[in-house]
């Protein structure tokens, strides 16, 4: 990539200067004598005065109009015209000299043959007025800029071709310097793509590690099951086979929650505007119905009559349901659903009056499998995905999750949703 740029750059520098000389080539043609040119700056104007004047005066009536003329005039013998053009000049003969790349001369013979006028000299390549001196200076100025700021363009992206080799060798703490400047857009945007490539492998890391260690143990207890069941006698198969659908259960919650929490980070995200609170009082009546059977739990809700949430309708959901089994999991008896808004944020909260999460492990929650207690997560049921899916949902849509104290006197757990994307 740097040495493409690197070529475009000189190209272009040495096309501009070719350019550039081509122009000035052609301006320094425009500016040799012509009949043009000479009309132009009034040469003929005075050969037709003096060649109406008698020769002895022609001297002081080209004196008189030397004045006002910017080009230089001269009276020149026939002798001297024919040692400098080299050749007889015939009488009204007009001859454009160009003696070298910065000299050029227009002589004009006289109709009486006595001599001519000799206009210059003038300097072809020696620009004149503003607009030529622009026209050169634009010609040779700029591709020198651009020459500069290319180099330093390309001291950028070698840095970032340095850190993407970094990055393909597995370096993914590979990033490239933000320092200000029009070539930091490419920085801030390979930044942007290291971190999320970071953030994949990691995860994908943890994952595999996570769910090598969650699968292997029901299908331990599986295994072991299915040797007693050999042994058992016929009374106690039943109760051994019950024990298996649980661990088949198990393994079926975890797929369904490990597909959960990679497709939540996968599919784009469809952002609408719409009114949660129906789509609320559904969720916190099934969890009411879903939870145990040998438990009463009590699922309130304070909910306004309306209210709008931009954000993608099925994941929303989804983090809401996450919320409320998890709070089912562990409260006491009661659990509280909460909607409220400010000018920035929906929130909505989740209350139960259960144990609640120490400080020490509330950022570590949301992360793939961990429990808080491991044997008390055994049999409350959950892999440790929940809060895992909630978060990643949450970043996905720029907002937030919180973790505190709930006034019921357990966890309070609460999604931020932004009102703006």
Known sequence: MRRSFVRLVVGTVVASWAIGFVVIYGYARSRSWTDEHARRDGVFLVHEELDREPAPNRAGRLAELQQHFSVDFALITTDELERRIGRRAGAGERIALRVSGREAWYFLVFEDGQGGLAAGPVDPANPEGVLPVGLIFAIVGIPAVIGLLALRVEQRLRKVERASEALAVGEFSARVDDQGGPSDELASTFNAMAERIEHLIRGREELVQAVTHELGSPLSRLRFHMELLEKQPEANREK???????????????????????????????RVEFDPISGLTDLAELARLEAPGDREIDVDFLLPKSATVLADQRLFLR????????????????????????????RISVHDDGPGIPDEFRE??????????????RTTGGVGLGLAIVSRIMDRHGGRLEIGDSPLGGAKVATLWPKQT
């Open 319 to 346: 983090a809401t349901e996450n919320l409320l089994r998890n709070a089912i999991r562990h409260t006491g008896g009661r659990v509280q659903l909460v909607l409220t808004e400010d000018d920035e944020y929906v």
């Open 240 to 270: 051994r086979l019950d024990a298996m659908v649980r661990e088949l259960d198990a393994l079926d919650e975890l797929v369904a929650e490990l597909l959960c929490y990679v497709q939540s980070d996968e599919f784009e995200l469809e």
């Open 364 to 377: 570590k929650v949301s992360t793939p499998f961990v429990r808080l207690d491991a044997d008390r997560s």
